[in-house]
């Protein structure tokens, strides 16, 4: 019997990413879990050595990272897995199989690009999605609201003293029961250091980026941050 390699090790943000799809996996079966901006390919090859969907993708626009990622997968059966390289917004997805698409290591204003170009060829195809943006979250969060797309599961990690938002949504086609996804998120303790921490730095980003946003949206997201703090005004916890 052939022994496979062991999976690359895993931080907390990935393995968190790794648990949730794992946990979920077990309520309803994706048939294609796609692994995009896949850098190393870590959590792929992660998912694809745990079996947890029939054929597993790995997509990234750098040439060289799909080069080095392929003789990583030589000792799995061809089958269960491809390699893309190309934009994420011109993938193709089967409309008689579900999809999760998993995008982390960006920022949340190009995975709303990304989601524009997926939106607008593949709006009968049930997916769904599995984000950890590495900044500008609140620019995801203010599409994936705008397009009604429905809150499944919301949480924080912290790897490396940073700090990283899990924001699972359902295709707004595909959701059976509406579960708005909020502005800044419906997830926080500030009993919990890491919570307080995290928002209390985006109440001061967004506090500095106000002074020169004529529109007010900075503002907005500044208030809409304090209020998951639990203060008023121009009030900030410490």
């Given at each position: 019997?052939h022994?496979l ?11 968190s990413?790794?648990r ?23 959590l ?5 050595h ?6 597993v ?27 893309i ?35 607008l060829?593949?709006s ?5 999605f ?30 490396k003293?940073?700090?990283y938002?899990v924001?699972?949504v ?41 002074r020169?946003?004529?529109?007010g949206r ?21």
């Amino acid at each position: 019997m052939h022994t496979l390699p062991n999976a690359p090790y895993l931080g907390p943000r990935l393995r968190s990413l790794l648990r949730l799809i794992a946990d979920r996996q077990q309520q309803q079966r994706y048939d294609v879990i796609w692994d995009c901006c896949c850098d190393h390919g870590y959590l792929g090859i992660n998912i694809l050595h745990r079996e947890l969907a029939p054929q597993v993708v790995l997509v990234d626009q750098i040439a060289s990272i799909m080069a080095l990622l392929e003789p990583r997968l030589s000792s799995y059966p061809a089958d269960q897995y491809r390699l893309i390289t190309g934009d994420v917004g011109e993938l193709e997805f089967c409309s008689d199989k579900r999809h999760l698409v998993i995008i982390a290591g960006v920022g949340g204003e190009n995975i709303v690009k990304m989601l524009e170009a997926i939106a607008l060829n593949h709006s009968n195809v049930p997916i769904d999605f599995l984000f950890c943006p590495a900044t500008t979250q609140y620019d995801l969060r203010e599409y994936l609201a705008a397009q009604n797309y429905s809150l499944l599961h919301e949480s924080l990690v912290t790897e490396k003293g940073r700090d990283y938002e899990v924001i699972y949504v359902r295709h707004p086609h595909d959701a059976d029961i509406l579960n708005p996804v909020s502005l800044a998120g419906d997830m926080w303790d500030t009993r919990k250091p890491e919570h307080l921490r995290y928002l209390n730095k985006l109440v001061t980003h967004y506090r500095n980026q106000s002074r020169t946003d004529d529109s007010g949206r900075k503002r907005q997201a500044m208030l809409e941050y304090q209020r998951c703090l639990g203060a008023t005004g121009e009030e900030i916890a410490l």
